[in-house]
């Protein structure tokens, strides 16, 4: 089983930048491809941000690319979501999430284990 634990959200304005970090545990984290998902209020989960075990090849949503940097380090057992450029239409709840599936998902039930999340606001 893996834990996760995210952190690093908090209010910003447009155009500023946030790290959130996702904390795992247990010692099998490297068998997990990861992503990161958001929720906005009255709206579905949706995906944000895919890597691969080893951080070797990563995938995004349209929404996001070219703004949003996904990363891993495996040997702190965490994975990072770099946003730069906020906008006010990413204001959600982020979420890790970790999947055994080899190719990249963005079907939310296809990731196994899922942390609390963390709030991200961003003003106008």
């Known amino acids: 089983q893996v834990q996760l634990v995210e952190s690093g959200g908090g209010l910003v304005q447009a155009g500023g930048s946030l790290r959130l970090s996702c904390a795992a545990s247990?010692?099998?984290?490297?068998?997990?491809?990861m992503g990161w998902f958001r929720q906005a209020p009255g709206k579905e989960r949706e995906f944000v941000a895919h890597?691969?075990?080893?951080?070797?090849?990563?995938y995004y949503a349209d929404s996001v690319k070219g703004r949003f940097t996904i990363s891993r380090d495996n040997a702190k057992n965490t994975v990072y979501l770099q946003m730069n450029s906020l906008k006010p239409e990413d204001t959600a709840v982020y979420y890790c999430?970790?999947?055994?599936?080899?190719?990249?998902?963005?079907?939310?039930?296809?990731?196994?284990?899922w942390g609390q999340g963390t709030q991200v606001t961003v003003s106008s």
């Open positions: 890597i691969s075990w080893s951080g070797g090849s990563t």
């Open positions: 247990g010692r099998t984290f490297s068998s997990y491809a």
């Open positions: 999430a970790a999947t055994t599936r080899f190719t990249p998902t963005m079907r939310t039930h296809e990731y196994h284990y």
